[in-house]
């Protein structure tokens, strides 16, 4: 499965492997190719907008230009003839720049960062990527263990409803499934011993 975005002259293109997600993005800076195992795609995620600064700062100077020029013609009693041009001006920067934000969900892990655009993939991207991470995780450790300490297994399933892995009915259920393996695992330790 892969989708792409686009917007403002940035792309990026996600590929759905089976163990993981390739992020490859593109704009005028560069580009970075990214593989992240499922597993490891933080529960976290944090929020950018990238802008374009220059554009704010043309507007702004426009914008004070023309500031400037108003007060000096009306502190000197002359008309304001002409001087709506500079704010003619200051308008497409300023409008551009407002215009031209991108919102991403960020991602950050130890293999790259994954951006994905705010558009109307967003939704589709990333809860195809928690499915996905939520599966591997399980995968990996979501059965009991009765070689494992019970404690040590306890905080596994607890930090697997932490990341949201297990609700807490689910939660709940595994420590009684553990309670139970742990309880049956000793008497038949017992009975070996025994014998």
Known sequence: MDIIQKKL???VKFLFHPDYVNMVLKDSTGTADVDVFYSEIPIKRQESIE???????LGSVWLVIWIVN?????IQ???MDGSWILLVIA?????????????????????????????KQHNLIYDEMM?????????????????????????????????????????????????????????????????
Do not use: M
């Open 9 to 11: 002259g940035r792309k």
């Open 51 to 57: 802008q374009n600064g220059w554009l704010l700062y």
């Open 70 to 74: 108003v007060a000096s013609r009306l």
């Open 77 to 79: 009693g002359q008309p």
């Open 91 to 119: 308008s497409p920067f300023l409008l551009f720049y407002l215009l031209s934000r991108v919102k991403y969900t960020v991602l950050p892990t130890n293999h790259g960062t994954l951006f994905i655009i705010k558009d």
């Open 131 to 195: 499915s996905r991470r939520k599966k591997a995780l399980l995968t990996i450790y979501g059965e009991i263990n009765t070689n494992n300490a019970p404690k040590d297994e306890i905080e596994k399933f607890q930090w697997l409803h932490r990341q949201g892995v297990l609700d807490t009915q689910e939660l709940d259920d595994k420590l009684k499934q553990l309670t139970s393996a742990y309880k049956e695992s000793n008497s038949v330790s017992e009975t070996i011993e025994i014998h």
